[in-house]
């Protein structure tokens, strides 16, 4: 199966600017998620859709960061305006919801988005 | 507060010798419990996880975790290291009731030939 896609790879943007990313999920995957990953940090979420609808965004800062997810299916993460500290990988993860404990679920990652903020 | 712990920053090991990678984890109710593996410039990957049942998992290329719920640990395991095996690994927690994901910090495992 193919897997979770993320574009573009790279992106160096100065600060203020304004950057979006991209993720198509697995194919039947309801839930997707996006994480952020500074340098030598773990994963922090910044949300979470269960298809349409968002179920977690409370660590999203969402006075410049906002995403959606269309139809249910590809998510875009638009960070606008940008600042230094967003420098970072940003990673979309999908799961297939096997029902209850949905905190069980496994989670499977695309490559990242690295994005360097000038 | 739901929150995972990786002690060790990075951990080395001689190719051959059995390796450990070290997890303590605070959940509330029944914790669900995972490791993910990042070879350089690629996405986190699947190794391995605890929902209930046997307290000592296996996984993918070998890799085995036992959950400890006394001390709260889940320490990742293998009896023969690899070169291969060199990369970044997480612990990651969830809990039963909540999907929320919550990852360690980390920690880099280099195997020496």
């Known amino acids: 199966e193919a897997g979770v896609a993320q574009s573009p790879r790279y992106k160096i943007i100065e600060k203020r600017q304004s950057v979006a990313f991209w993720c198509n999920p697995i194919s039947g995957h309801a839930t997707l998620y996006w994480y952020q990953q500074i340098l030598g940090q773990g994963p922090k979420l910044l949300i979470q859709?269960?298809?349409?609808?968002?179920?977690?965004d409370s660590q999203l800062p969402k006075d410049r960061f906002s995403a959606e997810r269309l139809k249910g299916v590809d998510s875009t993460l638009k960070i606008q305006p940008a600042k230094l500290e967003d420098s970072a990988v940003y990673l979309c993860a999908s799961s297939l919801d096997l029902g209850r404990p949905s905190g069980a679920n496994v989670l499977t990652f695309g490559a990242g988005s690295r994005l360097t903020v000038l | 507060a739901q929150s995972v712990a990786q002690p060790e920053d990075q951990v080395n090991v001689a190719e051959g010798n059995p390796l450990t990678v070290k997890c303590t984890y605070s959940?509330?109710?029944?914790?669900?419990l995972f490791w993910y593996v990042q070879y350089p410039n690629r996405g986190l990957q699947f190794l391995l996880k605890?929902?209930?049942?046997?307290?000592l998992v296996k996984g993918s290329y070998g890799f085995e975790a036992e959950f400890n719920k006394s001390q709260t640990s889940f320490h990742l395991k293998k009896p023969s290291a690899l070169v291969s095996d060199s990369a970044l690994y997480f612990c990651a927690v969830s809990g039963s009731g909540t999907y929320k994901y919550i990852f360690g910090t980390g920690t880099r495992l280099k195997v020496l030939a």
């Open positions: 959940v509330s109710g029944n914790p669900y």
């Open positions: 605890y929902i209930t049942g046997d307290n």
């Open positions: 859709f269960q298809n349409n609808g968002v179920v977690d």
